[in-house]
């Protein structure tokens, strides 16, 4: 059999069923296995956008994303989107094309060193030097990317092994040396750290993106209740909980709520699940007091000390963990903590002012969500329109956010909105700045071959909203440089692209247009225009 059929094969095993790509000469043998294969490659406009696409793809659909771009610069192109889904851990197998064997550090035509440059931010990544590796290699690329942490894995395949033959067989069984996650938390560590919980009298959990990725937000529910523990969480902890659950307290860091501070500083027990508490989460470190007891969980143990002492440390999986604290947990006496953090949580205020000239995106987004289905999926980009996303549409029942939490890439909302849509018969909904559409402005082109019903909330302040902001806040205002845009129409645009919308100028516009727009079926963009001086927070 050819080596190229056989990699697809291995896909098939794996239960692959979309790939985004991008196609050159060093994939030419895998394009046409992939031709006669039951695998959909959906091609996209940019090598980064396809990695982006596997990760909205693996967050919506908890399944492996898989990308595929050819040797050289299609690789180079991969780059961010794979260090974007390192630093939220995303699951991907990145299947990248490479020069001829014995033409490799030769600096030939569209050479590039894929397993070098993505060694820092892959998981794992392999060079194939033999073409009966290939089975054993997937087979474990695919286990790497979906166990412990989860991250992108590499596999680079030089373009003449791809066109060898050989026997196939799929290995059935996995033994990686030195490879073995932990699930099970340690036992006497859960039982010291329900100990700790009995004894505290204000304690708080800190939730991050990892309840997620382990899929544990029912056990983790169930926790809360059974605890009766109130919540703060990280950007990546959003909808762990409904935000409409007496625990629900809001969420920490530079962004978070203002009360956030005050919450943390009163607690005596804080038990950190699945969060890194890097540097945007800080203040919680900050506001801690001396003399509090922090229980850390994490699947990763190089995460559990690193940014925040521990007292308690248990590795392994949040689900796994979970459903062992929830066997003995008890209703904890914390009725008049959770009143006292209610009372400072309602002391934060929107500012929901409503401007004749320009759409308030916090008003805005509040709409939306109000009249958005309750399991949409919701991708946001970087910048304001992060934030305002983040803070304002209301994350409940089912709903998901996928944007890039660690990296912080712009460009990222478009593509992820197509993987999600890919994977899901929810409806998506992907917001995003001026800015960050330009980046990877392309993919309209790929919503619109594809006829995905996704809809595009622009918010326009035809400028970079965010760094304008930060320059406002360093060096007073007027201080601007670098950030103004001379937009594109992007309704003329967006039609060019075979994809329908409109341009609101204030809130009232908004609200005729946006039940219809989330009832239809085709892909829409609504562009509201946005007071450039309108505030992040
Ligand atoms: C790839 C990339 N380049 C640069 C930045 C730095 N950056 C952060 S926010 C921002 C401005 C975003 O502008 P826009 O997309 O218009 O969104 P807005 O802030 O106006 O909502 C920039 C340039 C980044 N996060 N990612």
Redesign the pocket.
């Known amino acids: 059999m050819k080596t190229s059929d056989i990699i697809i094969k291995c896909l098939e095993k794996e239960n692959v069923k979309f790939i985004f790509g991008y196609p050159g000469g060093a994939v030419l043998p895998l394009y046409e296995s992939l031709r006669h294969s039951n695998i959909d490659h959906i091609l996209v406009r940019h090598e980064q956008s396809a990695a982006h696409c596997a990760s909205g793809y693996a967050r919506a659909s908890k399944e492996v994303g898989v990308c595929l771009a050819t040797s050289g610069p299609g690789a180079t192109n991969l780059i961010?989107g794979i260090a974007t889904a390192y630093m939220d851990s995303i699951p991907l197998v990145v299947i990248t094309g490479q020069v001829n064997s014995n033409l490799i550090g030769k600096d030939v035509f569209q050479e590039a060193d894929i397993v070098g440059s993505t060694e820092p931010f892959t998981k794992h990544n392999y060079l194939v030097k033999k073409a009966e590796d290939i089975p054993k290699i997937i087979k474990e690329a695919f286990y790497i990317a979906k166990t412990g942490r989860p991250g992108p894995v590499l596999i680079d395949i030089p373009v003449d092994i791809q066109r060898q033959k050989m026997k196939f067989n799929y290995p059935s069984n996995i033994n990686i040396l030195g490879y073995k996650p932990t699930y099970k938390g340690h036992l006497g560590q859960i039982k010291r750290a329900l100990n700790k919980l009995k004894g505290s009298k204000r304690p708080l959990i800190c939730v991050g993106g990892g309840i997620i990725c382990a899929n544990a937000v029912d056990e983790f529910r169930e926790f809360v209740n059974k605890g009766q523990i109130p919540v703060i969480h990280t950007l990546m902890g959003i909808g762990a909980l409904n935000e409409d659950s007496t625990y629900h307290l809001g969420m920490i860091g530079i962004h978070g709520n203002k009360g956030s501070k005050n919450i943390v500083s009163q607690a005596d027990l804080i038990m950190i699940i699945g969060a890194r508490i890097a540097d945007r989460a800080h203040n919680l470190i900050q506001s801690l007091n001396n003399d509090i007891d922090i229980i850390h969980i994490d699947i990763d143990p190089a995460e559990v000390g690193k940014n925040i002492k521990s007292h308690v440390p248990i590795v392994g999986d949040a689900k796994t963990i979970l459903q062992e604290f929830n066997k003995k947990i008890t209703n904890l006496d914390t009725k008049d903590w959770i009143n006292q953090l209610q009372i400072i949580k309602s002391t934060e205020k929107e500012n929901n002012i409503l401007d004749e000239k320009y759409v308030n995106?916090k008003v805005a987004l509040n709409y939306l969500s109000d009249k958005a289905h309750n399991d949409c999926i919701v991708t946001a980009?970087?910048?304001?329109?992060?934030?305002?996303t983040i803070k304002n549409f209301k994350f409940m029942g089912k709903r998901s956010i996928f944007t890039?939490g660690g990296?912080?890439?712009?460009?990222y909302s478009l593509p992820a909105s197509i993987g999600a849509q890919f994977a899901s018969t929810n409806k998506v909904i992907c917001v995003?700045?001026?800015?960050?559409?330009?980046?990877s402005l392309g993919e309209l082109g790929t919503i619109g071959q594809n006829d995905l019903p996704i809809l595009i909330i622009l918010?326009?302040?035809?400028?970079?909203?965010?760094?304008?902001?930060?320059q406002y806040n360093a060096y007073g205002k007027g201080n601007y440089y670098g950030?103004d845009?001379k937009n594109p129409d992007f309704i003329l645009l967006s039609k060019a692209y075979g994809i329908d919308g409109i341009r609101v100028n204030n809130n009232k516009e908004f609200e005729k247009v946006v039940e219809n727009a989330l009832k239809s079926d085709k892909p829409y963009l609504i562009e509201c225009m946005?007071n450039?001086d309108f505030a992040?927070l």
């Open positions: 961010t995106p980009d970087v910048g304001q329109n992060q934030i305002w890039s990296l912080g890439t712009m460009g995003t700045g001026d800015g960050g559409l330009q980046m918010f326009n302040n035809n400028r970079l909203g965010m760094v304008r902001e930060l950030v845009l946005v450039p992040t």
